[in-house]
């Protein structure tokens, strides 16, 4: 250091001490500057005292960035969310105008909060958001769908509307508007009083108020909805989550298939179609969704969801059950091909010979749905057609395989020793249905 040189006051440059009202300033004036902000000029100075104002100042810029980088990183972050939610927005926006053939009616999100009285009634919630009742000015109840939970670019707010605002069926919920107002995103459907079909299947025994034959009616209109939708359309239309929760049922116990959050559109020609991911709620996935080595994915993945939901109406049982004291009836569908391999009869408790049909036809019709190959099933319309025909004209299906490693070859399957091949009489058989 040269001779002379020496550090004589150090101090914060403010207002008053430019204009000559020097005075000592305390934390409190210090901590102020540093928060509203404060003016830094600078002087050319001989070497030596520049060299020691220039660490001076970086000190300051250092404390500065110090007390200011939390607040700048919050402040990022909200911008940052702020611009994802914008581009979700701009997405689901340059949808609905591109879109004119959506009959759905666009509320505010102040519409919703007074036709749900402020949110005031919850008829359920899932992974989506949740469901609460809601009353039109016309009178008419409806069910509004908050999607509390949407994936990117609001893809999930997207398919929804793009297939369930455009189709019209008897075995279709019906979507009476929408919402998008920023983050706000609701979808209103027409109010469904008796709730969804799982509260039914499962409940306990003699608590159910659905007959055998009314249990029947409701997987016969779902099939129908499904063969609708994969063929009924000017577009092929994929559900990809079909299950007892998405089966609505309106004052009449009439089936109407909601919750088209995964659903995709296709060309109606399309026989194969391209996933990024699996998509749908496990127990009710088709197994090509895991194992491409067995076919692709087709509107079968949603013949094998219909086939599962069919097997638990048959039996008012959930597929798996892991508290089944015997372990061979855990896995309900395998237990029952497994019994129809042996020939063997099962009891049906209570059953009339008509219920006994019934049960009956539905679980030969579930058994083809759920074959593991997606060319060993059928599509719904002969789905339909096993369903209203007589029992004595269906043919039992394969053996059921879980995966491709049990698979068998196909001279075993079709062998005249085979006593599904034989022309058991079905209708004395009786079904399990506990």
């Known amino acids: 250091m040269e001779d002379g040189c020496r550090i004589e006051w150090t101090t914060l ?11 000592n300033l305390s934390y409190h004036d210090i901590h102020s500057a540093l928060g509203y902000g404060f003016e830094l000029q600078f002087r050319f100075l001989p070497r030596c005292k520049l060299g020691i104002y220039g660490w001076l100042i970086l000190g300051k810029i250092f404390q500065i960035r110090s007390i200011c980088g939390v607040p700048f990183l919050a402040a990022l972050l909200i911008y940052k969310r702020r611009r994802m939610h914008l581009s979700m927005y701009s997405s689901i926006e340059e949808f609905l105008q591109s879109d004119n053939n959506l009959s759905p009616i666009r509320y505010s999100y102040s519409d919703i909060k007074k036709m749900t009285s402020r949110f005031n009634e919850k008829l359920g919630e899932g992974g989506f958001g949740s469901v609460f009742k809601g009353k039109l000015r016309s009178g008419r109840f409806v069910a509004v769908k908050m999607l509390e939970n949407p994936k990117a670019n609001g893809q999930d707010f997207i398919s929804e509307v793009a297939t369930i605002g455009r189709i019209h069926h ?36 003699g608590s159910n ?23 009924g359309c000017d577009m092929q239309i994929l559900h990809f989550d079909i299950k007892p929760h998405n089966i609505l049922l309106d ?41 491409k080595n067995i076919g692709g994915v087709s509107y079968k993945a949603d013949v094998y969801s219909f086939g599962m939901l069919l097997m638990e109406m048959a039996s008012r049982r959930k597929n798996l059950n892991t508290s089944i004291e015997h372990s061979s009836q855990i896995y309900f569908p395998l237990w029952v091909s497994n019994q129809f391999c042996m020939g063997k009869e099962f009891e049906m408790d209570n059953a009339t010979e008509e219920e006994k049909k019934i049960i009956t036809k539905m ?13 060993d099933r059928p599509s719904m319309n002969k789905v339909i057609e096993m369903l209203e025909g007589e029992v004595e004209c269906l043919q039992l299906p394969p053996k059921l395989l879980l ?22 009489d079905l209708t004395s058989s009786t079904l399990s249905a506990r």
């Open 251 to 291: 004052e009449n116990f009439i089936p109407k298939i909601s919750d088209f959050g995964l659903s995709k559109l296709y060309p109606v020609g399309n026989t194969i179609v391209s996933l990024t991911a699996p998509r749908g709620t496990m127990g009710y996935m088709a197994p090509e969704l895991f194992y």
């Open 170 to 205: 008897f075995n279709m919920v019906q979507l009476v508007g929408y919402c998008v107002e920023g983050s706000k995103r609701a979808l209103i459907y027409n109010f469904m009083p008796n709730g969804s079909l799982d509260k039914y299947i499962y409940c306990k025994e």
């Open 13 to 23: 440059m403010t207002k008053s001490f430019l204009y000559g009202k020097d005075r």
């Open 209 to 231: 108020p659905l007959s055998c034959r009314k249990m029947y009616e409701i997987s016969l209109g779902v099939a129908q909805g499904i063969e609708y939708l994969h063929r």
């Open 363 to 375: 679980i030969i019709a579930a058994l083809w749905c759920i074959q593991l190959k997606p060319s």
């Open 403 to 424: 995966c491709p490693q049990q698979e068998m070859p196909r001279d075993n399957l079709h062998g005249n020793s085979n006593p599904m091949c034989s022309n058991t």
